[in-house]
Nanobody, 128 residues
């Protein structure tokens, strides 16, 4: 089964940028829809962004739209989350996830239950 490893988190100031990476252990990654989620202390894990297996049709949560960008490089088995104009409300553990089962075009997979493989998470802390 594919394994996912996130990296790129850290401590930044309001207005800074970070780029998170998620590397998959197998080339079958190229056929999976990928998502990013985040979980702040005491809160439920929430959807951030998704990207199709072909790399088109990215979709974002309203809270990050216009500031975050998801992309993927199948040659490197990697999905990225570029985060700009960060603010303290973005502080959370960020997880990437893969949906390895059937995916329907143009469908939004914003529930954690829609994904069956998860990384271990990377901490992002934004100071004010």
């Amino acid at each position: 089964q594919v394994q996912l490893v996130e990296s790129g988190g850290g401590l930044v100031q309001t207005g800074d940028s970070l780029r998170l990476s998620c590397v998959a252990s197998t080339r079958t990654f190229s056929g999976y829809l990928m998502g990013w989620f985040r979980q702040a202390p005491g809160k439920e894990r929430e959807f951030v962004a998704q990207i199709s297996s072909s790399g088109d049709s990215p979709y974002y949560a309203d809270s990050v739209k216009g500031r975050f960008a998801i992309s993927r490089d199948s040659a490197k088995n990697t999905v990225y989350l570029q985060m700009d104009r960060l603010n303290p409300e973005d502080t959370a553990v960020y997880y990437c996830a893969a949906r390895t089962v059937t995916t329907y075009p143009s469908h939004i997979y914003s529930s954690t239950r829609a994904y069956d493989v998860w990384g271990q998470g990377t901490q992002v802390t934004v100071s004010s």
